[in-house]
Each structure stands twice: as C-alpha cells, then as structure tokens.
C-alpha cells in the first residue's frame, strides 16, 4: 500500500488542493432555452429531521435560507431586487419567497431549494419558472 500511496503522490505532485464550493451548474444555458428555468436541489441541512433540528447546523454558512437566487443580470432584465419579496407561479403553484442576488446562478435560470416547506408544490427542476416582483 505504500508503493501505491507513494506512486499517487509523485503522480498527483503537480496538483493543489482546492476546497472551495461551486453549485453545479452551467454558466449559462444552452440556445434552445426559453423564459427563466428553475434550478434546484435539497440543501445539505434539509435533508433529515435530525439535522433540521440541530440549530448549530442551521447557522452555518452552508444553511441557505429558502429564497429565489439569481444572478444581478437576471434580476435587472425581470426588474426585481434584492430583499424584497417576489412572486413565484410554477406548476400551477404560487408562492411568495425574498429575492437573493448570487452570480453564482447561471444567467436564465432561478434556484430555488427543493424540499423546504416554503417550496412545496412548485413544478420540477429544470422547468419554467416566472417571478414577479411583490
């Protein structure tokens, strides 16, 4: 095992360690896309009643709080703005939830997290998706 574990590290030698955190997804989406498309995913810490229960989770940085987020870009062609509530209609739902600017969030799309009670009854990741501001 140690001629393995050496034969990596002079083979990986070049490589630096990056532990920084990116949401997959695209930078932007492809031609064929049409409206504003939702994005989402369970957040880390929405995913078992143990951990939505355990408050010292639910304040780190990695516990986002349910919102619509979208690049700045996004937000000035919909005319919305941060901090302020918007309307969401997907799927036949409506619902109201803040607005979060993060450049993060490919141009065309809106994340939403999925999972959360303030998010119950939108449509499907990857569909579209409209907001409203108020």
């Given amino acids: 095992s140690t001629q393995v574990r050496d034969e990596v590290a002079r083979a990986a030698a070049a490589l630096k360690p990056d532990n920084r955190v990116s949401w997959p997804t695209p930078d932007r989406l492809s031609g064929d896309s049409v409206g504003l498309v939702r ?8 995913v078992d009643a143990i951990v939505r229960r355990a408050a010292p989770l639910q304040n780190t940085a990695d516990a ?7 690049h700045e870009n996004v937000a000035k062609e ?6 302020r ?16 600017i993060d450049n993060r969030v490919a141009l065309g ?5 999925a999972g959360v009670p ?10 579209a998706i409209e907001l409203i501001q108020g």
């Fill in 78 to 83: 919909l005319g919305v703005a941060e901090g």
């Fill in 118 to 127: 303030e998010s119950t009854g939108l449509g499907a990741h990857g569909s």
């Fill in 85 to 100: 509530p918007v309307t969401v209609r997907q799927g036949g739902r409506e619902l109201a939830l803040d607005l979060r």
């Fill in 39 to 46: 994005l989402a995913d369970a957040p880390l810490y929405t």
């Fill in 64 to 70: 986002l709080p349910a919102a619509v987020y979208v």
């Fill in 109 to 113: 799309c809106a994340w939403i997290p």
